[in-house]
């Protein structure tokens, strides 16, 4: 199975809301990701933790906060967020973060609409 | 100039056609080499996973990889009206963060 299922699908919020994205995998895999794709292109990466540690942060700005809470569940807090950050928040998990990259299993995504 | 280049395209095919969908590349420390495929508003599904230079093949689709030309190819036989997505190619290996970097993505359409 290399399921990664993600909730909610829709998400509509105010720039004064918080919110939460999550995510969840259980292929036993021990890197997870946050993406986030904009209309007609690719994923670019947020976020990655490795060992439930954060590893990489694509300098991206605080009103986006990550928390693994364990192996197999990646959250993405959200505040203040801007209407320009609407996109489809995507979660990867691959077996390790290696310097290949892994074999990345992406879900559905979330589409975030901010109003 | 980026690192991955590929055609957005659209490309459009009658359903049966061979298509070839391609990506350069100007890292020559990149070493895996991935085909991702991409439904509207759904999340990448991975369809090919290759390491240094040579073919696989699985079912209908076949990954090449060129590393003396930094030139990687998908194809697809038969084609069929449900392959039309958007297909992503994605390549790491280059520094040990294990970062993906992915191409613009090519839009196909196959026709009945």
């Known amino acids: 199975d290399t399921e990664v299922t993600q909730t909610p699908k829709h998400l509509v919020m105010g720039m004064t809301n918080k919110k939460s994205l999550k995510c969840e995998q259980h292929m036993g895999h021990r890197a997870m990701y946050w993406y986030k794709q904009k209309a007609k292109k690719p994923p670019e990466l947020m976020f990655v933790y490795s060992y439930e540690k954060l590893s990489i942060n694509e300098s991206v700005p605080s009103r986006f906060s990550p928390e693994c809470p364990n192996s197999s569940l990646l959250n993405l807090h959200l505040h203040a967020l801007q209407p320009e950050d609407s996109a489809l928040y995507l979660c990867?998990?691959?077996?390790?973060?290696?310097?290949?990259?892994?074999?990345?299993?992406f879900g559905p995504g979330t589409r975030l609409t901010v109003t | 100039q980026k690192e991955v280049e590929q055609d957005p395209g659209p490309l459009s095919v009658p359903e049966g056609a061979i298509v070839s969908l391609n990506c350069t590349y100007s890292?020559?420390?990149?070493?895996?080499f991935m085909w991702y495929r991409q439904y509207s508003r759904k999340g990448p599904e991975l369809l090919m996973y290759t390491y240094s230079s040579g073919n696989k093949e699985d079912g209908r689709f076949t990954a090449q990889v060129d590393k003396s030309s930094k030139y990687i190819s998908l194809f697809i036989r038969d084609s069929q009206p449900s392959d039309s997505a958007t297909y992503l190619c994605a390549m790491s290996g280059a520094g040990n963060t294990g970062k993906l970097i992915f191409g613009q993505g090519t839009t196909l359409q196959v026709k009945p």
């Open positions: 890292n020559s420390a990149f070493q895996y």
């Open positions: 990867a998990s691959s077996q390790a973060q290696s310097r290949t990259g892994g074999e990345q299993y």
